[in-house]
C-alpha cells in the first residue's frame, strides 16, 4: 500500500480534508515565490477535540509538500502517528503558541519574504501609503526580535503582542497571519505581503503620500468583510484549490 492510500485510510475525513487544504497552501506560497526553502511554516488544526496541528516535514520543499507527508503534532511537539518526518524547532514555538492561546485559529501562516523582512526591519513598519496596506493595517500586531523562535518563555510575548488581531509583524524576521479557515489566513496575509512590496517599491521614489487614521479605519471597515464573508470564503478558497491543481498538481495526494 502506498503512502497516500496508507494515512487517507488511517485519518478521518475531516482531517484528510484539512491535509489537502494545508498541502495547497503550502503550493500557493511556493507560486508566490514567498517560500524561503523550508525555513517558514504554515500549521492547521486538526478537525477534533485533540489538540493536534500539522506542519510541513522539515526538508521538504514546497513544491513537494503533500496531504500524505504532513507531519501531526500535540501542543507538546511530539509527532503522532501517521507521521514519519521531524518539524522545525522554531516553526513549533510559534504555531503551538499561537494555536494553545487562541482556539479561533484554525490556520497560520509565517513568511520570511523579502518584502515582508524589508518592512519588518523598518522603525516604522507598515506605513498608509497605499489601499492595500490600509485594508489591513488596524488588524497589524509588532512582536519585537528575540533571536530564532527557540526559547519556550518567548511565548508568552508573541501571543500577548497578536492578542485578538489576525497579522503580525515579527521585527527583523517576516510576518505572520491567523485565520478560521485557509482563505481568512491566505488573503490577510496576501494583502500584507503585496502591501509590503508596494512600499519597498515605494519608498525608492519620492516623498511618500500617508494617509491618517481616519481614512485608514474607513478603508479597513470597508474591505472587513473580505477575510470574513462565510459564502465569500468557500467560493474563493474552491478557486485557488483549481489554481492549485493546475499549475501545481499532486499537493492532494
Not at 10 to 23: F, P, T, Y
Not at 48 to 73: C, M, Q, R, W
Not at 108 to 130: C, E, F, N, T, Y
Amino acid at each position: 500500500m502506498d503512502d497516500q492510500a496508507a494515512v487517507k485510510d488511517i485519518v478521518s475525513a475531516e482531517e484528510w480534508k484539512a491535509r489537502c487544504d494545508l498541502a495547497a497552501l503550502y503550493r500557493l506560497v511556493r507560486m508566490h515565490e514567498w517560500d524561503d526553502l523550508f525555513f517558514t511554516h504554515i500549521s492547521m488544526r486538526v478537525p477534533g477535540p485533540e489538540e493536534h496541528f500539522l506542519l510541513n516535514p522539515f526538508g521538504l520543499l514546497y513544491e513537494d509538500v503533500t496531504a500524505s507527508n504532513l507531519v501531526k503534532i500535540d501542543l507538546e511537539g511530539n509527532v503522532l502517528p501517521p507521521s514519519r518526518y521531524g518539524i522545525n524547532p522554531a516553526g513549533f514555538t510559534i504555531h503551538s503558541a499561537i494555536h494553545a492561546a487562541r482556539e479561533d485559529v484554525m490556520v497560520a501562516m509565517h513568511l520570511h519574504s523579502d518584502a515582508g523582512v524589508a518592512v519588518a526591519a523598518q522603525k516604522g513598519g507598515l506605513r498608509p501609503i497605499s489601499q492595500l496596506a490600509m485594508n489591513v493595517m488596524n488588524d497589524v500586531a509588532y512582536h519585537d526580535y528575540e533571536g530564532i523562535a527557540l526559547i519556550e518563555d518567548e511565548k508568552v510575548r508573541l501571543v500577548a503582542d497578536l492578542g485578538d488581531k489576525n497579522l503580525m509583524i515579527l521585527r527583523n524576521h517576516g510576518t505572520l497571519s491567523v485565520g478560521d479557515h485557509p482563505f481568512s489566513a491566505y488573503i490577510r496575509l496576501y494583502l500584507l505581503e503585496r502591501a509590503c512590496r508596494i512600499q519597498t517599491m515605494a519608498q525608492a521614489g519620492g516623498e511618500l503620500l500617508e494617509w491618517d487614521q481616519s481614512m485608514q479605519d474607513k478603508v479597513f471597515g470597508q474591505s472587513s468583510e473580505i477575510a470574513g464573508n462565510e459564502f465569500f470564503k468557500e467560493i474563493a478558497w474552491a478557486a485557488l484549490l483549481d489554481r492549485v491543481r493546475r499549475e501545481s498538481p499532486g499537493f492532494d495526494t
